[in-house]
């Protein structure tokens, strides 16, 4: 019996390592992260444990690829410092009311987040292409809430993005403060938000508390975190 059940363990064993060896590279959680990858946990996961370096790369690669449009900005000091930021000025067919300052892990996830779930979910429930989104701004060199005794936001460090409207190739603007409540609206906004977390460490609107009532705030801190 003892060698029956090693001859099945080994067999297991066997069984187990070539189905990992042979596993699509996006159902790999241990394999590079791709740009083609799909949506779903473990891309999350890939993209919550990019190095620097490796960061870098695929954001290059996606700026080859027009999912985006930015450009590298020198560190700075003080009280509030920035390492490997960027300047974000459009994501490809999706133009942006400004540019604004970006981390790495922030830039790359939205570029992701934008060409595969907003403009997706844009044809689908709104039935336009999207053209354009709307922020109230990346960086600020401030604490939660602007409380003194609270710890630095993610704005802080140029990891969150404040998203207040949406605009369409029909003409059409969607803001998050109106267009929470509308029901031809809501649908897209809400799965816009729930689809965040699958990119972004937290996803914050409004439902989350009033001072998230007119936009969704995308950051790159937690885990999964989206309401």
């Known amino acids: 019996m003892r060698g029956k059940g090693a001859i099945f363990l080994i067999l297991l064993l066997g069984a187990g390592w070539l189905g990992y060896r042979f596993l699509p590279p996006h159902y790999n959680p241990f394999a590079p ?119 630095r936001s993610e704005h802080a460090s140029a990891e969150a993005l404040d998203i207040a409207a949406f605009r369409f190739a029909d003409g059409r603007r969607v803001t998050v403060s109106n267009g929470w409540r509308r029901s031809d609206t809501q649908p897209f906004l809400r799965a816009l938000l729930d689809s965040a977390c699958q990119y972004y460490g937290n996803g914050l609107g409004p439902e989350y508390n009033a001072a998230h009532a007119d936009h969704f705030h995308l950051g790159m801190r937690g885990y999964g975190l989206c309401r």
Do not use: M, W
């Open 33 to 151: 992260l791709q740009l083609s990858d799909p949506p779903g946990r473990i891309t999350q996961f890939k993209l919550r444990r990019l190095t620097p370096q490796a960061c870098s790369v695929l954001l290059d690669e996606a700026n080859r690829q027009r999912l985006i449009s930015s450009q590298p900005v020198a560190d700075t000091q003080g009280t509030c410092p920035l390492e490997n930021v960027v300047r974000v000025r459009n994501f490809g067919s999706v133009a942006l009311s400004s540019s604004f300052l970006a981390s790495c892990p922030l830039a790359l996830s939205s570029a992701l987040f934008v060409e595969q779930q907003a403009k997706p979910l844009a044809r689908d429930l709104v039935g336009s292409s999207l053209r354009q989104i709307d922020h109230l701004g990346s960086y600020a060199c401030r604490n939660i809430y602007n409380r003194p005794d609270a710890r």
